[in-house]
């Protein structure tokens, strides 16, 4: 058995990839989730699974024996935490206490925190460096307040935290049964099943997309490289692309000859996004995955899905 690394959010996007790679790496993986997002068919059966409330003191014993911990889980639906501040602090801020409190009575050796480029929302230097975050909107502050009791246990406790600044990660198992779904996945989707794509505002917004195994690359550089302990990282490509681009990436694949509908903009969405990865690059990784080719592996994994599901989008 290797090491127990435990992941929080394992059903989710980010944290379904993160378990397979690190179980095919030799790692063993004990995964909490409330299914408040993710799904069960995400979770690989090799995952020693426990439906939870991150919120609940009584995970603490499923940190028991944690080598390390990748804390994913919390509430990411933009919409949502605009809706409900109170239940996005209460699962980002006071969840990722409860999570770190976890991990300091396990001793465990290694706690890495998924942060946001939402942190940057206030920010327009491009590309931009880790040092300095303003967050704006009601997901941004609550991520932000889980990574001010990060830093806080790094200090108090000498608790070994890495923080990742993850830009817009996309690729298989990304949740596309959102009511707004991210937009790649929407694009994907709504072509897939013969719907014109739905671009909120005039697409001239600008993303730093980044595809989930680059991320996962670095996941593991987070886990084993020491020089990444008590350090922040942007986690992106380093090159962004509009809205439209992506439309007209999507459909040089899909050869639809569906034409974009504008909607009006979404509150609170920030204009451009792009990484500054000098630190990440200075351990050695690099982004690897082209956009072409990650969107063509997008694609492939929603095709079954999508066509057997038989989605219906609200907002259409
Ligand atoms: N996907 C991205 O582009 C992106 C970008 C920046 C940051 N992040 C961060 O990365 C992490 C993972 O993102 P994702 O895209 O996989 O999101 P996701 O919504 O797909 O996954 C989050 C998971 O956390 C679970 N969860 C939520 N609240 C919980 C609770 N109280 N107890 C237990 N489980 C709970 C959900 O059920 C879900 O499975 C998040 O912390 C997010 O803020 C993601």
């Known amino acids: 058995m290797g090491k127990c690394i435990v992941i929080t ?10 378990a397979k790679r690190l179980l095919d790496q ?8 409330n299914l408040s997002a993710g799904t069960p068919e995400n979770v690989d059966d090799r995952v020693e699974f426990h439906e939870a409330d991150i919120r609940s003191p009584k995970v603490y014993p499923l940190f028991q024996g944690a080598d390390a911990i990748f804390h994913l889980a ?73 990574a001010a009791f990060c830093e806080s246990y790094r200090e108090l406790y000498a608790m070994n935290v890495t923080i990742l600044r993850y830009f817009n990660v996309y690729g298989p198992a990304q949740d596309w049964r959102r009511v707004i779904p991210p937009v790649m996945s929407s694009f994907i989707i709504r072509m897939l099943q013969g719907d014109r794509p739905v671009i909120y505002g005039t697409g001239q917004k600008r993303r730093d997309f980044i595809y989930v195994n680059d991320v996962n690359d670095f996941h593991l550089v987070a886990l084993e490289d020491q020089r990444t302990n008590g350090r922040v990282f942007n986690v992106g490509s380093g090159m962004n692309f509009s809205v439209n681009e992506v439309y007209q990436l999507v459909e040089d694949l899909l050869k639809t000859g ?13 204009e451009i996004t792009l990484a500054d990865l000098t630190a990440a690059k200075s351990l050695g990784w690099k982004p690897r995955v082209e956009i072409r080719e990650g969107l063509k592996r997008t694609i492939e994994y929603l095709q079954n899905r999508v066509l057997k599901a038989k989605v219906s989008f609200p907002g259409a």
């Open 9 to 18: 959010g394992v059903a989710g996007f980010v944290g379904s990839n993160l």
């Open 26 to 33: 030799g790692y063993s993986v004990r995964g909490i989730d």
């Open 74 to 146: 919390a509430k990411t639906c933009l919409p949502e935490c605009v809706n409900n501040p109170l239940e996005a602090a209460s699962m980002n801020v006071l969840g990722t206490l409860n999570v770190l409190e976890a991990a300091r009575r396990a001793n465990a050796r290694k706690f890495i925190y998924a942060d946001t480029s939402a942190e940057y929302e206030g920010i327009n230097e491009f590309p931009t460096r880790e040092e300095q975050v303003r967050p704006i909107g009601v997901y941004a502050a609550s991520k932000h307040g889980g």
């Open 258 to 270: 569906l034409q974009p509908v504008y909607k009006p903009e979404l509150p609170g969405e920030a």
